[in-house]
């Protein structure tokens, strides 16, 4: 296992386009999470699962943003009618029951609306 | 609302010389804090916790709950150190929730 992997690694598309990222977490972890950064911040919260459950949205997740996880395993976040204000990177952690609370981090995607 | 204040957005330093990068947080519960290092290329992952109170890298971070503070030290920096280093804190202990970070601080360890 090579840790949590993200698909694709970078994004560029136009305003008003949709987009749709992917999350492999670590294996035998069973929670997940997605974050967004900008520049000059530092990650922010936007939604976690616990296997296929979505327990925790933030209000950053406008009605624009989906997020799920269908078996438990990959996720996917898809963005709707993407506007420039979307462009940032898109992180992927995940975390065990028994690892406590470190998350994982993938190495994000990075989306850039023209 | 929780809160994660990274002061300093860039750290300039010798090498050998000492570090201290500060955070201080908000937090009406009882936090739990980390420090996670993103080195240039790599991604983020977790430098230390506050509850294992050690020493990774040569780095500590004591927790001071009477001044909401998790400053990140270490005595004598090396040139790998540089590195974007960000503040987290757990708002719900015992459970699997956010982590709120800060800002971040860009260590840069020059000779």
């Known amino acids: 296992d090579t840790g949590v992997s993200q698909d694709p690694r970078h994004k560029i598309t136009k305003r008003g386009q949709n987009v749709t990222f992917r999350c492999d977490p670590i294996s035998e972890h069973n929670r997940l999470y997605w974050y967004r950064q900008t520049l000059g911040q530092g990650p922010e919260f936007l939604t976690y699962?616990?296997?296929?459950?979505?327990?925790?949205k933030s209000r950053l997740l406008s009605d624009r943003f989906s997020a799920e996880r269908p078996k438990g395993s990959f996720s996917t976040l898809e963005i709707q009618r993407t506007e420039q204000g979307d462009s940032a990177m898109y992180l992927c952690a995940s975390s065990s029951f028994a690892g406590g609370r470190e998350q994982f981090f993938g190495p994000g995607t990075r989306l850039t609306v023209l | 609302a929780q809160r994660v204040t990274q002061p300093e957005k860039l750290l300039s330093v010798f090498k050998g010389a000492p570090v201290e990068l500060k955070c201080n947080y908000s937090y009406s519960g009882s936090p739990e804090l980390f420090w996670y290092v993103q080195y240039s290329r790599q991604r983020l992952q977790l430098l230390l916790r506050h509850i294992s109170r050690e020493s990774i890298k040569g780095f500590t971070a004591d927790l001071n709950k009477g001044e909401t503070s998790f400053h990140l030290k270490k005595p004598f920096a090396q040139e790998e150190d540089s590195a974007m280093y960000y503040c987290a804190l757990h708002s719900h202990p015992g459970t699997a929730s956010k982590l709120t970070f800060g800002t971040g601080t860009r260590l840069q360890v020059t000779l």
């Open positions: 699962f616990q296997n296929e459950a979505q327990l925790e």
